[in-house]
């Protein structure tokens, strides 16, 4: 199993330096989030960038997924706005940047790019929140074709696709496309999913591209150091390699970059001791 850690867990580091201390720590590679102090997808020189980061990570020996939840990238004032849930025009920047974000995910040779629908807004029906929807993925889902990646839609706690059903429901919406596979958070199983952890990994398996994990408790959406949650993680783990899942498996911990390194090392002693396996 590999495991990885999320650059949104250390962004008191600039990128070159997260990266090196992931690298030095012993983690097998990175969920690289986009964001205006990491690898800034509106940067002017950001293909110049882009090489750097890919020389960077092939030099550390460091595989990459790219991650879109950045929380003000498009918008100063408002957190994650807008969506793919509004109507198209207001919808057309977070398309803008999904496709962004699918090209310099080609250049890097991500993995997968994980990204989510967001919140509904008040002013938008349920059932026009998923016809929007629908209509942003398959934009995306053009980009992601075109440039040979993989997509991971994450059902994230809160927004209209918030579980696997609401996953599986959009893949149907969508026509089941190759591309689009699914993101899936450990501690959002634990918090909301209706089965057993280790089960809705099972369930998931089929779709799975891409893994964040972290330790939760049930019905609060709050991302915790591992031993701080209610998760049994062997079992887990476990399930992962039962379905046949080979991707990276990645720490997010977005609050805890005052103490990143620390944190990260903690975790990653944590996971290895978890995996049963003899590194």
């Known amino acids: 199993m590999r495991f990885g850690y999320g650059t949104n867990g250390l962004t008191n580091h600039r990128l070159d ?30 293909g110049r960038q882009v090489d750097l980061v890919a020389k960077r990570l092939g030099e550390l020996g460091l595989a990459v997924v790219i991650e879109t939840g950045g929380r003000y990238v498009l ?3 408002r957190k994650h706005h807008p969506t793919l849930l ?33 919140i509904r807004p008040p002013e938008v029906g349920v ?5 929007n929807l629908a209509t942003g993925v398959a934009a995306v889902l053009d ?30 919406l969508t026509g089941a ?27 998931a398996g089929p779709y799975l591209v891409n893994v964040q994990i972290e330790d939760m408790r049930r019905g609060v959406h709050e991302h915790l150091e591992f031993g701080e949650g209610e998760i049994d993680f062997p ?18 911990l977005p609050r805890h970059s005052h103490a990143g390194p620390a944190v ?7 996971l290895l001791e978890s995996s049963r396996e003899d590194r």
């Open 17 to 46: 330096e997260a990266l090196a201390v992931l690298a030095e720590l012993g983690y097998d590679g990175v969920a690289l989030t986009l964001d205006a102090g990491h690898l800034d997808p509106y940067a002017p020189d950001i």
């Open 75 to 77: 918008d100063p004032f």
């Open 86 to 118: 509004h109507p198209a025009e207001q919808a057309a920047s977070r398309v803008d940047l999904l496709r962004r974000a699918v090209r310099i995910g080609a250049d890097l040779g991500a993995e997968a790019v994980s990204f989510w629908s967001g």
């Open 127 to 131: 059932e026009e929140a998923w016809a």
């Open 143 to 172: 980009e992601a074709v075109a440039r040979d990646v993989t997509l991971g839609f994450e059902p994230e706690p809160g927004m209209l696709v918030e579980d696997i059903a609401g996953f599986e429901r959009l893949r149907e």
């Open 177 to 203: 496309p190759d591309r689009l596979g699914l993101t899936l958070d450990i501690g959002h199983c634990r918090c909301l999913e209706p089965d057993p952890v280790p089960d809705s990994v099972r369930r």
């Open 235 to 252: 079992p887990v783990l476990d399930a992962l390699d039962e379905v046949g899942y080979r991707g990276l498996v990645s720490v997010e």
């Open 264 to 270: 990260a090392e903690r975790s990653l002693r944590f």
